[in-house]
C-alpha cells in the first residue's frame, strides 16, 4: 500500500513545475521564527509573572481575611504615641454583609482567574504538541 501511496506522489510532484526559492527566503522564514519565539517567551514572562503577583495577593487578602474574621490579636506591645497620634479606625466595615460580598466576588474572580490561566496552559501545551507532531509529519 505505501509503495502505491509514494507512486501517487512521486507522479503528482513530477508534474509540477520547479520554482526556484527567492534569495532571502531563509531569512524571512528565520526572522519569523524568531519573532514568534520572542512573543512566545514574552508572553510566558507575562504570565508567570501575572500568576506571582495574583498568588501574592491572594495570600495576603487570605491572611487579612483570617486576622479579622477570627479575631486575631497580635499581642504587639503598646506604645504610647504622642499628643499629635491618629484616631483609631473602625473595623465595622468587615463586619459588614456588603464587605462579605465583596469578599466573596473577590474570592470568585481569584478562582475563575486561576482556573483560566490553568486552562489556557494546558491548551498551548496541547497547541505546541500538535504543532511538533505537524511538523514532524511534514
Request: proline share 4%; aromatic share 14%.
Amino acid at each position: 500500500m505505501e509503495t502505491k501511496d509514494k507512486d501517487i506522489l512521486h507522479r503528482l510532484f513530477a508534474g509540477m513545475p520547479d520554482e526556484a526559492l527567492s534569495f532571502d527566503f531563509n531569512e524571512k522564514v528565520m526572522r519569523n521564527i524568531t519573532k514568534k519565539a520572542a512573543l512566545r517567551e514574552k508572553k510566558r514572562k507575562f504570565l508567570e509573572f501575572f500568576g506571582y503577583a495574583a498568588g501574592m495577593a491572594a495570600m495576603l487578602a487570605t491572611c487579612v481575611f483570617a486576622l479579622y474574621y477570627f479575631d486575631v490579636s497580635i499581642g504587639l506591645p503598646e506604645i504610647e504615641l504622642p499628643v499629635w497620634s491618629f484616631p483609631k479606625p473602625d473595623y465595622g466595615l468587615f463586619k459588614s454583609p456588603s464587605f462579605h460580598f465583596s469578599l466573596f466576588v473577590g474570592l470568585a474572580a481569584l478562582f475563575l482567574l486561576i482556573a483560566d490561566s490553568t486552562i489556557r496552559r494546558n491548551i498551548e501545551k496541547t497547541r505546541d504538541k500538535r504543532q511538533k507532531t505537524d511538523f514532524q509529519n511534514e
